[in-house]
Nanobody, 122 residues
Framework: QVQLVESGGGLAQAGGSLRLSCAAS????????MGWYRQAPGKQRELVAL???????NYADSVKGRFTISRDNAKNTVYLQMNSLKPEDTAVYYC????????????????WGQGIQVTVSS
């Protein structure tokens, strides 16, 4: 199976920055999509940003121009650089990886991290 470990969350002031990291481990051969989702209290989980193995990215409209997703394929790690944070960015952020190929040839779909709290104060 795939294990995901998230780090980098915490408390920031409005206008500040945080960087989230998510490291995937296991007998990983390749990972197709890596992404970040978030869930605020009383709201549904939503996509924040996604990056494919080819480097194509997709962002929620609410974070475009403020957040940047990147990945290090050698480390099986995805990052989310969050700048110009707003109180409405407060949520639990979840790492997601999809279509992971485990050695020797086992595909694993849709794995989630445990979530990490991001709180932005006004």
């Amino acid at each position: 199976q795939v294990q995901l470990v998230e780090s980098g969350g915490g408390l920031a002031q409005a206008g500040g920055s945080l960087r989230l990291s998510c490291a995937a481990s296991g007998s990983i051969v390749s990972i197709n999509a890596m992404g970040w989702y978030r869930q605020a209290p009383g709201k549904q989980r939503e996509l924040v940003a996604l990056i494919t193995s080819g480097g194509r990215t997709n962002y929620a409209d609410s974070v475009k121009g403020r957040f940047t997703i990147s990945r290090d394929n050698a480390k099986n790690t995805v990052y989310l650089q969050m700048n110009s944070l707003k109180p409405e960015d407060t949520a639990v952020y979840y790492c997601n990886v999809d279509r992971v190929l485990l050695a020797p040839m086992t595909p694993v779909f849709d794995s989630w991290g445990q979530g990490i709290q991001v709180t932005v104060s006004s």
